[in-house]
């Protein structure tokens, strides 16, 4: 079946060390986007992208990069410069022309 | 920022009508009204969305009123599933837009036995 694949589910790390949080789909969608969100939060957006090679920075970019080498992968990396790292991360792509999202599962970090 | 504005939270009995209002005052002409989801600890889910017609779907309804700058989603028989977090969003619907989407906060929606 088409979806949006996240993984790790539950992710643990200590304090300093880069973590990459995997998002994959097979929707064949052109958009890519990755959100934190924190407890009793909305969503707050990091990055996006709209074709492969070429992304943008969200709200909250600062601590974070990505990048976009094929259309069905988009890989988060949350680096030691990310202040407060422990947080729901959700992944997301969409069609250009329907614009609903579709989301991931999600992964959640937490960082000792 | 987001550019709507909702109730921070809801209570509907079961089986009634659960109707949750949106406010996108500054909403621009191409822009499309998006309904999503949030069942705890889960990825947000597509539930309907629309530009200037009232819209149906198997999941609820859509009403948007004519000047556009507010909307009300409707559950029509609220079930205890129906518990969690609504976000209304506005996005331009082309083919060469490069928006970025953007939440906010929700309606937490608690539909009560």
């Known amino acids: 079946d088409g979806g949006i694949t996240q993984s790790p589910k539950y992710l643990f790390r200590k304090e300093g060390q880069n973590v990459t949080l995997s998002c994959e789909q097979n929707?064949?969608?052109?958009?890519m986007y990755w959100y934190r969100q924190d407890p009793g939060q909305g969503l707050r957006l990091i990055y996006y992208?709209?074709?492969?090679?070429?992304?943008q920075k969200g709200d909250i970019a600062e601590g974070y990069s990505v990048s976009r080498e094929k259309k069905e992968s988009f890989p988060l990396t949350v680096t030691s410069a990310q202040k407060n790292p422990t947080a729901f991360y959700l992944c997301?792509?969409?069609?250009?022309?329907?614009?609903?999202?579709?989301f991931g599962e999600g992964s959640r970090l937490t960082v000792l | 920022d987001a550019k709507t504005t909702q109730p921070t939270s809801m209570d509907c009995a079961e089986g009634r009508a659960a109707n949750l209002p949106c406010n996108h005052s500054t909403i621009s002409g191409n822009e499309y009204v998006y309904w999503y989801r949030q069942i705890h600890s889960q990825g947000p889910q597509y539930i309907i969305h629309?530009?200037?017609n009232n819209e149906t779907n198997e999941m609820a309804s859509l009403i948007i009123t004519e000047d556009r700058k507010s909307s009300t989603l409707i559950l029509p028989h609220a079930t205890l599933r129906d518990t969690a977090v609504y976000y209304c969003i506005v996005r331009v619907r082309m083919q060469t837009s490069y928006d970025k989407v953007i939440f906010g906060p929700g309606t937490s929606l608690s539909v009560i036995p």
């Open positions: 629309g530009l200037k």
């Open positions: 992208s709209q074709i492969v090679n070429d992304f």
């Open positions: 997301a792509s969409s069609m250009v022309v329907t614009g609903e999202l579709f």
């Open positions: 929707l064949n969608h052109d958009a």
